[in-house]
């Protein structure tokens, strides 16, 4: 669905500076709410996605198996997109459309983390953070390369859980000394027993297969305290994806760095020792809740020029 100006019908975009929304043609701004209440009854309508194409007998078996085709609603124009896609811009007339059937049921998110920058301060930290990289190759800093930034709304499963942990861990404690031209090591092994439990709130896990869950991870943490619940009229002006990751799988990614937190966090409590290794690791987690979340990633594809 588009989100169209109640006053000139230009379309409407989320604008990341004044957290409003923002016509490019008329300049109205209007804050969600007050849209959602003007579009009621649009919003209540059927949307607007054609699923599959039926086709014409020209694609090849198991070509269009991740597509999707869909209309848009101000030219007519057909988007080609992959299955995941949730929100996109049309083509042929550059108008912004937000696949809203792929928010719907169990897809719809619960919240979201609105954009805060703007594309230009995204580069702007773009070109910040390569500075003082002396053997950086230009590619990186060539301007056709860094306006390609684009603004994604990633999925993400958010896990709550309290864990309880026993945990067995082999310490060391070196001791090193010199008498005479000679060297002494001596090493002692402790075996430590540790218990106790820890309140982990939202950790994140990447649902969709796009993204390398070590880059998500990466650029954690994420201020969840701007989540807020979800409109679609957040997407509107950027790309978003729908999660093609099962909260199953995702859960037991969260439960491995659930574990591997744990471990770390009472590790440090045996500070008297040189070396604490985690050796077997009982865990069970409690009144465990999740959440289905967009949260806002600035991507920069990499240089695709080859190094000289």
Not at 245 to 272: G, P, Q, Y
């Amino acid at each position: 669905m588009e989100y169209k100006c109640p006053y000139c019908g230009g379309a409407m975009e989320f604008d990341s500076k004044s957290q409003k929304m923002k016509c490019p043609y008329c300049d109205s701004e209007m804050t969600i709410e007050e849209f959602n209440n003007i579009h009621k009854e649009e919003n209540q309508e059927a949307d607007n996605v054609t699923n599959e194409s039926s086709g014409d007998g020209q694609w090849q078996e198991g070509e269009t198996e991740n597509m999707r085709i869909y209309a848009c609603q101000s030219c007519g124009g057909e988007i080609v997109a992959d299955e995941s896609t949730g929100a996109t811009t049309c083509p042929y007339c550059g108008n912004n459309v937000v696949m809203k059937g792929q928010f719907e049921g169990d897809k719809r998110p619960d919240k979201i983390i609105p954009f805060k920058l703007d594309k230009k301060a995204a580069k702007q930290a773009y070109l910040a953070h390569l500075k003082g990289k002396l053997f950086l190759p230009s590619v990186f800093k060539q301007q056709n390369h860094i306006d390609e930034i684009k603004a994604v709304y990633v999925p993400f499963w958010l896990l709550n859980a309290d864990a309880e942990a026993d945990i067995d861990y082999d310490a060391t404690r070196i001791h090193v000394w010199e008498k005479g031209d000679t060297e002494y090591t001596e090493t002692e092994y402790f075996d430590l027993h540790r218990q106790g439990s820890v309140s982990c709130q939202n950790v994140p896990t990447d649902c969709s297969r796009k993204m390398d869950d070590a880059l998500m991870e990466s650029i954690e943490p994420f201020y969840y305290q701007d989540l807020q619940p979800f409109s679609p009229a957040f997407l509107a002006g950027y790309l978003a994806d729908r999660y093609d990751v099962s909260l199953e799988e995702c859960m037991r990614r969260a439960r491995v760095r659930i574990k591997k937190s744990v471990e770390d966090s009472f590790a440090k409590t045996a500070s008297a020792y040189q070396t604490v290794r985690a050796r077997q690791t009982s865990m069970s987690m409690m009144n465990t809740t999740y959440s289905y979340v967009l949260l806002p990633v600035w991507i920069l594809k990499p240089a695709t020029k080859p190094w000289s």
